[in-house]
């Protein structure tokens, strides 16, 4: 079963504007990651952020982790064509942290 | 530093027929866990194994198998396969159960049932 869902599931911006991802979720948990993945192909992680971290930074994403309300958003800032791909969160829930449980993905179409 | 290989990247199978997916973990990584992906969804754990020991598995039958070996590579196996095994599967590797550090996965196995 699927832990959380994306929203949008569906987002198409201009290149050089900015990108924004929500995630829910419904049990506690150790650990959420953000992946990208490119037409069906592999997973590449993007970033983790703990249970007990607010926000975090990478080069142009920035994660924030809203834990009494079980949310969290990635922003992708100054948007490439390259970034245009299907986002997913997945989270390590308490007790089964190694386990990932993904959400069902937001797909981003970044255009010229 | 290689990262995570999958073999086949495609493989078409008749339903009732077995299958063997393989993976080898990126270099230094002591965990591996499978994943199967449907079209238009999200990875769905199947299972994890650490240090060649099951480590977790997910609401998946009998018939999806595994090993971990003692390089760390690993297979899935599928028995008695059903159509709606069709799917994506995906290997994915890290040191020490990734909660740390995330996941390295492969590009996956396309696996069609017919």
């Known amino acids: 079963s699927q832990q959380g869902e994306e929203d949008p599931q569906a987002l198409s911006i201009q290149e050089g504007e900015n990108a924004t991802m929500n995630c829910s979720y419904k049990?506690?948990?150790?650990?959420l990651q953000w992946y990208r993945q490119n037409s069906g192909r592999g997973l590449v992680h993007l970033i983790l952020?703990?249970?007990?971290?607010r926000e975090k930074h990478s080069g142009r994403l920035r994660v924030t982790l809203d834990t009494s309300k079980k949310s969290s958003s990635l922003l992708i800032t100054a948007s490439r064509a390259a970034d245009t791909a299907s986002y997913f969160c997945?989270?390590?829930?308490?007790?089964?942290?190694?386990?990932?449980?993904f959400g069902t993905g937001t797909r981003l179409q970044v255009t010229l | 530093e290689t990262g995570v290989t999958q073999s086949p990247t495609h493989l078409i199978k008749t339903r009732g027929q077995q299958v063997t997916l393989r993976c080898s973990s990126q270099s230094g990584h002591n965990t591996v866990s499978w994943y199967q992906q449907a079209l238009g969804q999200g990875p769905q754990f199947i299972f994890q194994y650490y240090r060649e020991e099951e480590n977790g598995r997910g609401n998946f039958p009998p018939r999806f198998s595994g090993l971990q070996f003692p390089n760390y590579s690993s297979e899935l196996n599928v028995n008695a396969l059903e159509l709606d095994d069709s799917a994506l599967y995906l290997c994915?590797?890290?040191?020490?159960?990734?909660?740390?550090?995330?996941?390295?996965f492969g590009s996956g196995t396309r696996l069609t049932v017919v």
């Open positions: 994915a590797s890290s040191l020490e159960w990734g909660t740390r550090t995330g996941y390295t």
């Open positions: 049990t506690s948990i150790n650990n």
């Open positions: 997945a989270t390590g829930n308490t007790g089964t942290a190694s386990k990932l449980t």
């Open positions: 952020i703990r249970s007990n971290e």
